[in-house]
């Protein structure tokens, strides 16, 4: 391994361990409360060595966002490639996709949802806001594919196939943090995946053809 590859791994684990810290806190302290001194504090660094990665805290929140994405784009990629499901049955094995995503990463997830509805966006470099539309505009148009199968076979109502799909990833995202809202309040109340069931089911049967 020459010099040049080391120095590309360490940078890479030292980003991979500001990261994992950064999560940690937001989960503890959330995204308000929580400043790149506690950050460096629980990575072990110096403050100073964490701007060599990341331009402020909005960036470290969003690097999590990215990688949720990036899972999140296999998942429903993994559902349109099905053989042998229509439409509908992959609009069920969506929801199970989806549910894995939460599931796999329930609090970046969460932050994923806060994140896209708050003024954080505004203070991200242009790389990381276009890295974060060009996943999240993925995800949506794999989505709206499985949508517009039905539409074309007949079997869902003939709307935009992204309007449709915006619309059951503003369903998804509300539950989530409808729900969330409702734990912090009591913990022994979680009706998420049921609350998502029925969501899905109402949305399902609304876009199908009579």
Same mark, same amino acid.
């Given at each position: ?107 970046? @997830?969460? +932050? ?7 003024? *954080? /966006? ?5 790389? &990381?806001? %276009?890295? $974060? ?50 734990? @912090?309040? +009591? ?7 049921? *609350? /998502? ?5 109402? &949305?399902? %049967?609304? $876009?199908?053809?009579?």
């Amino acid at each position: 391994m020459g010099i040049q590859e080391r120095k590309e791994r360490e940078k890479e684990r030292r980003k991979q361990q500001i990261i994992v810290a950064a999560k940690r806190v937001f989960s503890e302290k959330g995204f308000s409360k929580s400043t790149m001194e506690d950050i460096a504090s629980e990575a072990e660094l110096s403050p100073g060595t964490l701007y060599l990665y990341f331009k402020n805290k909005e960036e470290l929140y969003a690097s999590l966002s990215l990688r949720i994405l990036q899972y999140m784009n296999i998942r429903v990629q993994h559902v349109n490639d099905e053989i042998g499901l229509d439409p509908i049955q992959k609009m069920g094995a969506l929801q199970e996709a989806l549910l894995d995503v939460y599931d796999f990463d329930s609090t970046t @997830i969460i +932050n994923l949802f806060h994140l896209q509805s708050s003024e *954080t /966006l505004k203070n991200l470099s242009p790389d &990381f806001l %276009n890295e $974060i539309n060009e996943l999240s505009r993925k995800s949506i148009g794999g989505i709206a594919n499985i949508i517009n199968e039905g539409v074309e076979k007949g079997l869902f109502i003939d709307e935009h196939p992204h309007a449709l799909a915006d619309t059951l990833w503003s369903l998804f995202s509300g539950v989530i943090l409808w729900e969330a809202s409702k734990s @912090i309040l +009591n913990e022994q109340k979680n009706y998420l995946k049921k *609350t /998502l069931d029925i969501a899905f089911r109402i &949305f399902v %049967n609304g $876009i199908k053809k009579n």
